[in-house]
């Protein structure tokens, strides 16, 4: 599937081994074992209805790769980060033909497949590594020379991030020689071959900071469908020239800002507001391309930052209703609430994939709302969002036919937006989907609202919801 494709897509990131059990089981999980806990690709075909009904039609899996066996300094190759064979599969995750039945279950439904994929090294667990032991790059010519990148490289030596080592003493990370010609053809050949026989319609690429750009066009090429990539960075302008040599990026940038916005009531939303800003500047193709987060396997959970539902309710809410392709973390809609890695990857069965939970609704509505914006206006997910109102503590985004108003002033607060300019017509009757409460649209089409309890409200023309369909049925 292409860039284009996806842009009209929504995303369900997981962990495969903490998703689901292949027979409903649900064993103990202790995170802070870094274990093995049971999920593979059997589990995710049984639970696609869990993912489908709450309007996702694209899931992004751990990588596929076998990775280094048994136990290390950091636990077990759970995460599927720690490839040792890049021509074997992990059979923790089941079979070829597991990982084909996936492939086909999803496509049944109508729904993209997205791997992720780890070119940048191989895991050691002794320093040297036992070159030996690594499939197909198994001499020590086929790495750089050993070096840990330091703190400090991150801000002013681009080399070192490129061609020294991630990891540590404990548990190196090869870094693979991504210069030499025979490695370039073998991964572009490599990841060519990968998609083709399991039909992904896309890829995620790991480390994309920590390979040379120029490797990066020819590599997307040969995947052949849409490529995001993983820049862990905070600035738009580091993250940019990245998305000229895949379809995009993830956006680091806007979820740094949407995190510090919205994790207490001190927040400051202008600073995401000049964020998105830059980025639709600077990002090529525009920003549509790029996958909207608020939390990932990477990074501490939003409800570990602050439980203020309210403020949960706003942050969940941006990678919905900006110019990018939504990106939700298995667990987020069940209110999971672990620290950072390893705390983050709890099993999912342990909640019961209950779907009466107010943020399973909540996310629910926020698909449905985009899919009802975008079928009364065909340029809805190519046009850019504008800020009409952008303060420290409000922000109004205006992306027709959908105004959405969040705050960070939290749950005891009673918000008030006033947007004089809306786009509206004159009097039209508009509805927050997430309340389905109706309000109009003032003779200038303008809109002056006081909210309740710090709750966001994604405003839409009544006329665009279906009667009877998902979003306020008895509008
Ligand atoms: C293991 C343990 C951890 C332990 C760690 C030392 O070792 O689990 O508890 O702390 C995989 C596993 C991890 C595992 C690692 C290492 O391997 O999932 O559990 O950690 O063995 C990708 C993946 C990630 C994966 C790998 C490795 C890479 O998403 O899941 O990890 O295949 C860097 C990389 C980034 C990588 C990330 C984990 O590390 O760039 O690709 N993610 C700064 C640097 C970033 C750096 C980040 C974290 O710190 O600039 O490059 O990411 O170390 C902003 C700045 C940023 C700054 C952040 C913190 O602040 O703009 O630059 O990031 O303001
Ligand atoms: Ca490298």
């Known amino acids: 599937?292409?860039?284009?494709?996806?842009?009209?897509?929504?995303?369900?990131?997981?962990?495969?081994?903490?998703?689901?059990?292949?027979?409903?089981?649900?064993?103990?999980?202790?995170?802070?074992?870094r274990r093995y806990c049971g999920g593979n690709y059997k589990g995710v075909i049984n639970k696609l209805d869990y993912i489908q009904s709450m309007g996702f039609d694209a899931i992004w899996i751990s990588p596929v790769v076998a990775n280094v066996e048994g136990?290390?300094?950091?636990?077990?190759?759970?995460?599927?980060?720690?490839?040792?064979?890049?021509?074997?599969?992990?059979?923790?995750?089941?079979?070829?033909?597991?990982?084909?039945?996936?492939?086909?279950?999803?496509?049944?439904?109508?729904?993209?497949?997205?791997?992720?994929?780890?070119?940048?090294?191989?895991?050691?667990?002794?320093?040297?590594?036992?070159?030996?032991?690594?499939?197909?790059?198994?001499?020590?010519?086929?790495?750089?020379?050993?070096?840990f990148i330091q703190a400090s490289d991150y801000d002013n030596n681009q080399t070192a991030v490129e061609q020294?080592?991630?990891?540590?003493?404990?548990?190196?990370?090869?870094?693979?020689?991504?210069?030499?010609?025979?490695?370039?053809?073998?991964?572009?050949?490599?990841?060519?071959?990968?998609?083709?026989?399991?039909?992904?319609?896309?890829?995620?690429?790991?480390?994309?900071?920590?390979?040379?750009?120029?490797?990066?066009?020819?590599?997307?090429?040969?995947?052949?469908?849409?490529?995001?990539?993983e820049v862990l960075h905070n600035d738009t302008n580091y993250v940019a020239p990245y998305t000229q040599s895949l379809s995009a990026a993830l956006d680091y940038p806007a979820y740094f800002a949407l995190t510090t916005g919205f994790q207490t009531t001190n927040g400051n939303l202008s600073t995401l507001a000049a964020v998105v800003q830059s980025g639709q500047s600077v990002y090529?193709?525009?920003?549509?391309?790029?996958?909207?987060?608020?939390?990932?396997?990477?990074?501490?959970?939003?409800?570990?930052?602050?439980?203020?539902?309210a403020l949960v309710k706003n942050a969940m809410t941006w990678p919905f209703v900006q110019d990018g392709i939504p990106v939700l973390y298995y667990g987020q809609e069940q209110g999971y609430t672990g620290g950072n890695d390893p705390a983050n990857r709890e099993a999912l069965w342990l909640s019961g994939y209950g779907e009466d939970k107010p943020l399973?609704?909540?996310?629910?509505?926020?698909?449905?709302?985009?899919?009802?914006?975008?079928?009364t206006n065909k340029d809805f997910y190519t046009s850019s969002l504008k800020f009409l109102v952008d303060s420290t503590n409000n922000l109004a985004i205006s992306k027709p036919p959908m105004l959405t108003l969040l705050t960070n002033e939290g749950s005891t607060s009673t918000p008030q937006w006033n947007v004089p300019n809306a786009g509206y017509s004159a009097n039209q009757e508009l509805?927050?989907?997430?309340?389905?409460?109706?309000?109009?649209?003032?003779?200038?089409?303008?809109?002056?609202?006081?909210?309740?309890g710090g709750n966001p409200q994604v405003l839409l023309p009544t006329s665009a919801l279906a009667k009877g369909g998902s979003v306020c049925p008895d509008a």
């Open 164 to 229: 020294c080592w991630l990891g540590d003493e404990n548990l190196p990370l090869a870094d693979i020689n991504t210069e030499d010609p025979n490695i370039v053809s073998t991964w572009n050949s490599w990841i060519s071959g990968l998609v083709k026989n399991y039909t992904f319609d896309g890829v995620r690429i790991d480390t994309v900071k920590h390979v040379r750009k120029d490797f990066w066009p020819e590599f997307a090429k040969s995947a052949g469908v849409y490529t995001v990539g």
């Open 284 to 309: 090529d193709n525009g920003e549509h391309y790029m996958g909207s987060f608020l939390e990932n396997h990477d990074n501490p959970r939003f409800q570990s930052l602050t439980q203020d539902q």
């Open 1 to 33: 599937a292409s860039p284009d494709d996806w842009r009209t897509r929504s995303i369900y990131q997981l962990v495969t081994d903490r998703f689901a059990t292949p027979d409903g089981s649900s064993p103990t999980c202790n995170t802070d074992d």
């Open 431 to 452: 509805i927050d989907v997430l309340t389905c409460t109706k309000v109009n649209a003032d003779a200038n089409g303008g809109v002056s609202i006081k909210g309740s």
């Open 360 to 375: 399973v609704q909540h996310v629910k509505t926020l698909n449905a709302a985009r899919k009802a914006a975008a079928s």
């Open 71 to 147: 136990n290390t300094a950091y636990g077990e190759a759970f995460h599927g980060y720690w490839t040792q064979d890049i021509n074997k599969l992990n059979d923790h995750f089941g079979s070829a033909d597991d990982l084909k039945s996936l492939s086909d279950a999803v496509h049944k439904r109508n729904m993209y497949l997205m791997v992720d994929v780890v070119v940048n090294h191989m895991v050691a667990t002794s320093n040297p590594p036992n070159f030996g032991s690594f499939e197909p790059f198994n001499q020590q010519s086929d790495y750089h020379s050993f070096c």
